[in-house]
């Protein structure tokens, strides 16, 4: 990846505690481009007018705008068609959305499989229609190298499964999960995939229909993109069977207090106003990544993990979290007996921005024994030299205990 590239994110060339900002936490979000923050700025001083309702020309403009970037996100994921893209605040507005829609032709006794290593945000949405709708959950386990167990999946299939819905790749791990495989044994039991992508769409190509899955959702800030927008992807005989999963404006075709009906989707899940300047954000933000190119960065970023995890493996009493062979921008790690939030805390004072926790992942850190990790994550703009720099800076906090 070219060097100058960090020249694009002038927040990476800052300090913290009088050193150079090494940025390591883009699992949780990423820096944004001056491209992406010149494109909102020019639409809030000369575009903006809300969208779909005005005749007047600005309000078209900003249509055209909002239009355009759903035409984007479509080409960017490989939809059939744009009516297959539903604009939410984000991966976990998308999942919410599906579990209440679909929870809504559940029963009680109907189950949803999930597995143990997904986020808070593919968990509890699932609990609450358990408490609604009297719904069981069932999960699929982990080996000790934090792969899914493949054959315990194919055994939690019975004839009240009516969703799978599952991480594309760890977000405290690393593991890509194998959803192709997933997707096809569901279909085989004629049961619907939702695919939670929010750290795979960032990182290397996503094709929906390659994959075959009947819903996928990301969000734009773990993507260069702005915060509080994200996509759900459904497809479309999905899209046209689920009810609305919210009330309001833009959503409705007609409205008497005898009767309403609702628009075709997407329209049918976006109730009010949506965020037309963060639509048109992501939409630059995914130009700029197709202008890299992903395919060279899931390479640079590939090639970021392998040396981050060959380098920390030199460093005494360090304990790698989740070394399976299909792993991408993600390194979870403890050192010896030091607590994670002591080792991120002084990390930061060194100029080091990790993340350190459960990552929203609890029931993952029981099934491993832990309390949280100190988690490093990667982007395009990531070097050798800051993998350089957080190992110098590891060594240095291990040596104070």
């Keep these: 990846m070219h060097s100058d590239i960090k020249k694009d994110f002038p927040i990476l060339s800052r300090t913290v505690y009088d050193r150079p900002l090494v940025y390591l936490d883009n699992a949780a979000t990423t820096q944004k481009p001056l491209c992406v923050l010149d494109a909102m700025r020019d639409e809030y001083l000369n575009v903006n007018a809300n969208v779909h309702r ?178 759900l992807y459904g497809r479309e005989e999905w899209l046209d069977r689920l009810p609305p999963y919210q009330g309001g404006g833009e959503m409705i075709a007609t409205v008497s207090f005898e009767r309403t009906t609702f628009e075709r989707p997407p329209l049918k899940f976006e109730a009010g106003t949506p ?56 390194v979870s790690f403890l050192v010896g007996d030091i607590h994670h939030l002591d080792m991120g805390t002084l990390l930061d004072r060194l100029g080091i921005a990790v993340r350190t926790g459960h990552h929203c992942a609890q029931p993952l850190m029981q099934r491993l024994g832990i309390l949280g990790t100190v988690r490093a994550s990667f982007a395009l703009y990531n070097t050798r030299e800051d993998i350089d720099a957080l190992v110098a800076a590891i060594r240095r906090v291990a040596r104070m205990f």
Aim: charged share 25%; proline share 3%.
């Design 275 to 330: 965020d037309y300047i963060a639509t048109h954000g992501l939409a630059v933000a995914i130009d700029y990544i197709e202008r890299i190119g992903l395919d060279r960065i899931a390479a640079h970023e590939r090639d970021l993990t392998r040396y981050c995890m060959e380098q920390l493996r030199t460093i005494e009493g360090m304990r790698l979290i989740g070394e399976a062979p299909e792993k991408d921008a993600v």
């Design 54 to 231: 005005g005749v007047h020309y600005l309000s078209q403009q900003a249509t055209d705008l909002h239009e355009a970037a759903r035409e984007t996100v479509r080409r960017f994921i490989n939809a059939a068609k744009t009516e297959e893209i539903v604009f939410t605040r984000g991966t976990t507005e998308a999942i919410n959305l599906v579990a209440s829609s679909m929870g809504e032709l559940m029963k009680e006794g109907d189950e949803v499989i999930v597995s143990v290593m997904e986020h808070h945000s593919n968990i509890v949405p699932w609990q609450l229609l358990e408490t609604r709708k009297g719904i069981r959950l069932r999960v699929i386990p982990i080996s000790d190298s934090g792969e899914l167990l493949m054959e315990e999946y194919e055994r939690l299939f019975t004839d009240r499964t009516r969703i799978v819905s599952i991480a594309h790749v760890s977000n405290v791990l690393g593991i890509v999960n194998p959803v192709g495989d997933i997707i096809r044994i569901a279909h085989e039991h004629g049961v619907p995939v939702l695919v939670d992508a929010a750290q795979s769409a960032p990182h290397f190509k996503v094709d929906v229909q390659a994959l075959g899955c009947d819903f996928l959702a990301f969000s734009g800030h773990k993507m260069y993109g702005p915060t509080g927008i994200g996509v």
